[in-house]
């Protein structure tokens, strides 16, 4: 089977961006879809990615992100081949991830951590509730291509998974790696120093391209790089905080000035201290 998605999309297509006739897009909605490798591609709305295979026996498609995307998606992928979505993955519970997956409900199967299905249910979020769940680690197949769903620890959620798509020596991790930039403002639901663990883990996978849910495309190296970011944070607050500054001493007396060519280091730099302390302040921090 070679790269079946190149009949579903051609090269010409996978430059546009998408419109579909009879969905309401907003003036500034950017969406499309780039080739990964092999039958892997990337799907952009905006500022949020997801990713999805396709197989001699139809399509795995990852997070929706919202109603208007997965539509979006899914018309494109009935209009250009006659092929069904097969699965739905969630790579964890947040809405703005996993918004939309309704929208897919009606013929597949809908997988994601226990964790984040207790959360679907208990946030009452508006997606497709998962049908399948596991707590470590799942191989799902189809088609004759596998792709390994890993649960890697507490981060950025209590629920984020990461899918290793091993023909395509491609990781997609969403939210709690990114490449060259720095993690999202104040790292609002993040567990400190798992997050730091579970990058450990990450690094110990097998696969060249990484795939994150935000921004550009990378490779391992990044994961370490992004590792070592969260390392060097976390250490820099708890030697201030045993040094008993206050948050806004810290401000002024961490730079963390290797990072500082890094995406939004400028705006979010600062949150970023103020994310990890609310988190140490709550936990004793002996001698």
């Known amino acids: 089977m070679k790269n079946l ?5 051609p090269a010409a297509v996978l430059a546009m961006v998408l419109v579909v006739p009879g969905i309401a897009v907003a003036q ?21 990615y997801s990713v999805f295979l396709v197989t001699s026996e139809g399509f795995i498609v990852t997070d929706p992100i919202n109603e208007e995307a997965a539509t979006c998606l899914k018309a494109e992928i ?12 969630l790579s964890h519970d947040h809405r703005d991830h996993s918004a939309g997956g ?21 946030e009452g979020r508006p997606t497709a509730v998962p049908d399948i769940t596991f707590s470590d680690r799942m191989t799902l197949e189809l088609g004759g291509k596998p792709v390994e769903l890993i649960y890697t620890g507490r981060n950025h959620s209590d629920n984020s998974i990461v899918m290793l798509f091993p023909e395509e020596r491609t990781l997609f991790a969403v939210d709690f790696v990114s490449v060259k930039r720095l993690p999202f403002r104040n790292l609002s639901d993040s567990y400190y120093p798992d997050w730091i663990d579970s990058l450990r883990r990450v690094e110990a996978l097998d696969f060249d391209i990484l795939a994150p849910g935000h921004g550009a495309m990378g490779t391992r190296q990044d994961v370490s790089d ?6 060097d944070l976390y250490n820099a607050v708890v030697s201030a905080a045993r040094a008993g500054q206050s948050l806004e001493q810290m401000k002024g007396s961490i730079t963390l000035d290797k990072y500082k060519d890094w995406g939004a280091y400028a705006d979010w730099r600062e949150l970023n201290f103020e994310g990890v302390y ?6 004793r921090r002996g001698n």
């Open 5 to 9: 998605v190149s009949r579903l999309f």
């Open 102 to 122: 309704e929208v897919f409900a009606d013929t597949v199967t809908v997988i994601a951590h226990e964790n984040a299905k207790a959360a679907i249910l208990g």
């Open 226 to 231: 992004h590792r070592q970011y969260h390392e």
């Open 78 to 89: 009935t209009k250009r081949f006659n092929q069904p979505i097969k699965y739905l993955v």
């Open 278 to 283: 609310a988190r140490v302040v709550l936990q």
């Open 28 to 48: 500034d909605a950017k969406r499309a879809i780039t080739p990964i490798a092999g039958d892997l591609y990337r799907f952009q709305n905006n500022f949020h």
